[in-house]
């Protein structure tokens, strides 16, 4: 049993710990925003923060990752309304959305640790593939972003969702609070 936090929610996996974090959190957690796109984290799909740090959730192993605290796309901001996602409907930098999640945490990941960073420092933290190529607009969404965490600007560009994560959620047996 792996045990760790989930979007702020401590839980304890019932799973093989070999199994890749991506299909703990995706078929155990029914946190489906995290991605599969390749397996083989070449594309950033599965991308989530793990411990402050972006990482591919398709390469971790459940046993990789006990006692750390990870943060999914459904984590990041529960109302959409963190910098990042804000900047990056701002900039019309989403279309078909598939990677967006990953793109996202890994904007994110860098973003707290330098809420200024340049274009290559951008490039560099953000290795996700995108089919729609948003990239120039992912530059400037991240860049906007920042501003927006440093308190420069201000977006108001994406509405809340109208459903909670409570609401959302549904029982999963291989899942469960760990016992206090």
């Known amino acids: 049993m ?6 702020t929610r401590p839980l304890e996996f019932r799973m093989d710990p070999a199994t ?13 925003g995290t991605k599969y796109g390749c397996g083989t984290g070449e594309c ?14 398709c390469l971790i192993p459940l046993s990789a990752v006990e006692g750390s605290e990870v943060t999914t ?7 959409r309304s963190h910098p990042v996602q804000q900047a990056l409907v701002a900039e019309q930098a989403i279309q078909c959305g598939f990677c967006t999640p990953g ?22 933290a953000i290795p996700n593939l995108c ?11 991240v860049q ?18 109208g459903i909670g994560a409570e609401d959302a959620a549904r029982a999963v047996p291989a899942i469960s609070a760990p016992p206090q």
């Open 44 to 57: 950033g799909a599965c991308m989530v923060i793990v411990d402050g740090a972006a990482r591919l959730a």
């Open 20 to 32: 890749p974090l991506l299909w703990a959190l995706r078929d155990a957690a029914n946190l489906t």
């Open 2 to 7: 792996a045990r760790l936090t989930v979007n």
């Open 103 to 124: 793109i996202a945490l890994a904007a994110a990941a860098l973003l707290a640790r330098n809420a200024d960073p340049s274009e290559a420092e951008i490039k560099a």
């Open 131 to 141: 089919r729609c190529g948003v990239y120039p607009r992912l530059v400037r969404a």
């Open 73 to 79: 796309i459904e984590g990041l901001s529960p109302d």
């Open 144 to 161: 906007r972003a920042g501003r927006v965490a440093r308190r420069i600007e201000t977006i108001s560009a994406a509405p809340v969702p």
